[in-house]
């Protein structure tokens, strides 16, 4: 297994730039299913997960071409096989957005109910309320999901979740974008991601109004048709750069992002004494004040607040403030995987339910560390940036799945920071 040797504290500075948005690809990669023509995507970032998206259509029969490597043509003309099997859905949950596509346009679906994850257990039993609420039979066979629309189409209907779900509003979306009539979404999930999958099934034909906002209605039609669209930039990466310049003290440029979509990082980042500039609508310029950073409590809630998938990162920076701060988790029920691991580089933190309480400034110092998940991955490695000496991130696989080339981009702005392989581990004498 591949690792990561960073030699900390050295503060970052120069110009890093943005990938498009894993989050908002993986559905817009799982939309051409909804038609036969070819929909064309830009900007898909080159990370693991994307590769196994990619894979899934492929198995499902679909044609997939990267004229360039962050460009996908997907034509699913000839879709044969309708299930997305255990193999791929336990590498990557969002495998299930195969299962709103499919049953919308062939009327029948198969996917492999994930199990649980690192960060907790998650569910699709929202997602398959629903597949019903629009009509469909849906039963759980020998680990797999089955679910049919009894007369070849799905019926629109009001779907009212009773909890805020991302991956579950994109999967209504597309499902209900091919049913017969109206659908009504209530409680819908209102992250950028959710937004710009439908523009993109809007350019394919469907006439949705309210994607972004708790509220979205959807015309269903006859059929979709192709389209163009450039996938928009990933909040969360942009999030986690812009720790990077704060937590090493460094000066750092941050392109091609979307500063709209992370108001309450930002705000959250700057209450803690970090100093984020506008430079222009798609770069940010972000250094730590003079004065240092001060503690600072958050609380993960659905977009616009405080995404889940920055209270890692964030748990790192605090690491480096005055004072106490208490970081809640209300999305997951075990993501704090993260703290033991920041411990092991001597931060201090008290994790009791699902709060934890970091008590800074601590001065961290390099140490061998372990990747559990991807976002605890990148706050690792924030850690182990500001950190003294040498920290070896072991399991690295999991930043793969999201961060494009983070070794490289960080590298560009200062950072020191390799990639040992396998191999060259054993060479240097270590146990693998
Ligand atoms: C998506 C993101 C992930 C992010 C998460 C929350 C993708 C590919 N992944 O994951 O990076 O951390 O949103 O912002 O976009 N739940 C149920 N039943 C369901 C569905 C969800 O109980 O059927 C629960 C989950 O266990 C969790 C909460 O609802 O506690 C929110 O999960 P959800 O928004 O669905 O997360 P994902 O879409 O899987």
């Known amino acids: 297994m591949d690792k990561f040797l960073i030699r900390g504290g050295k503060p970052l500075s120069g110009k890093i730039s943005?990938?498009?948005?894993?989050?908002?690809?993986?559905?817009?990669?799982?939309?051409?299913?909804?038609?036969?023509?070819?929909?064309?995507?830009?900007?898909?970032?080159?990370?693991?997960?994307?590769?196994?998206?990619?894979?899934?259509?492929?198995?499902?029969?679909?044609?997939?071409?990267?004229?360039?490597?962050r460009t996908h043509k997907v034509t699913a003309a000839n879709i044969e096989i309708f299930e997305a099997p255990y193999e791929l859905v336990k590498t990557m949950r969002a495998s299930v957005l195969a299962l709103?596509?499919?049953?919308?346009?062939?009327?029948?679906?198969?996917?492999?109910?994930?199990?649980?994850?690192?960060?907790?257990?998650?569910?699709?039993?929202?997602?398959?309320?629903?597949?019903?609420?629009?009509?469909?039979?849906?039963?759980?066979?020998?680990?797999?999901?089955?679910?049919?629309?009894?007369?070849?189409?799905?019926?629109?209907?009001?779907?009212?979740?009773?909890?805020?779900?991302?991956?579950?509003?994109?999967?209504?979306?597309?499902?209900?974008?091919?049913?017969?009539?109206?659908?009504?979404?209530?409680?819908?999930?209102?992250?950028?991601?959710?937004?710009?999958?439908?523009?993109?099934?809007?350019?394919?034909?469907?006439?949705?109004?309210?994607?972004?906002?708790?509220?979205?209605?959807?015309?269903?039609?006859?059929?979709?048709?192709?389209?163009?669209?450039?996938?928009?930039?990933?909040?969360?990466?942009?999030?986690?750069?812009?720790?990077?310049g704060a937590i090493t003290g460094g000066e750092l440029e941050v392109k091609d992002c979307e500063p709209q979509h992370l108001r309450a990082v930002i705000e959250k980042m700057r209450e803690a004494g970090v100093e984020i500039e506008e430079l222009n609508q798609s770069t940010l310029l972000v250094r730590r004040n003079q004065t240092g950073l001060k503690a600072s409590d958050v609380s993960t809630e659905p977009h616009p607040h405080f995404p889940t998938d920055m209270q890692a990162q964030f748990m790192a920076l605090m690491t480096q403030a005055e004072g106490t701060s208490t970081i809640t988790e209300t999305i997951f029920e075990n993501r704090f995987m993260h703290a033991s691991e920041l411990i092991r580089l001597g931060a201090k933190i008290d994790i009791s339910g699902n709060t934890a309480k970091v008590h800074g400034k601590s001065a961290l110092m390099g140490a061998p560390v372990l990747a559990s998940d991807l976002r605890a991955s990148a706050s690792i490695v924030l850690a182990g940036l500001a950190a003294s000496g040498e920290t070896v991130v072991d399991r690295v696989y999991h930043i793969d799945r999201?961060?494009?080339?983070?070794?490289?981009?960080?590298?560009?702005?200062?950072?020191?920071?390799?990639?040992?392989?396998?191999?060259?581990?054993m060479s240097a004498g270590e146990e693998v």
């Open 18 to 69: 943005v990938s498009g948005a894993k989050n908002s690809a993986l559905p817009c990669l799982a939309a051409p299913l909804l038609t036969s023509e070819t929909v064309i995507l830009h900007n898909v970032p080159y990370v693991k997960d994307l590769i196994t998206q990619r894979r899934l259509l492929e198995d499902l029969g679909a044609t997939v071409l990267t004229p360039e490597l």
């Open 100 to 244: 709103g596509p499919l049953l919308a346009r062939f009327g029948k679906a198969k996917v492999s109910l994930p199990g649980g994850c690192a960060i907790g257990t998650r569910p699709i039993d929202l997602h398959l309320k629903a597949f019903e609420k629009l009509g469909a039979q849906v039963s759980i066979e020998s680990g797999d999901v089955i679910a049919r629309a009894p007369n070849g189409r799905l019926i629109g209907a009001v779907v009212d979740f009773e909890k805020v779900t991302v991956t579950g509003t994109e999967n209504v979306l597309m499902a209900a974008a091919l049913a017969k009539g109206k659908t009504t979404i209530r409680n819908a999930a209102c992250e950028p991601e959710i937004a710009d999958l439908a523009e993109l099934l809007n350019k394919m034909g469907a006439r949705i109004r309210g994607a972004g906002t708790p509220t979205i209605e959807i015309e269903g039609v006859e059929q979709l048709g192709g389209a163009e669209h450039t996938i928009i930039p990933d909040r969360i990466e942009t999030g986690t750069f812009l720790v990077a």
């Open 402 to 425: 999201g961060y494009e080339n983070i070794v490289r981009k960080l590298r560009t702005v200062g950072a020191d920071i390799v990639r040992i392989t396998d191999q060259l581990t």
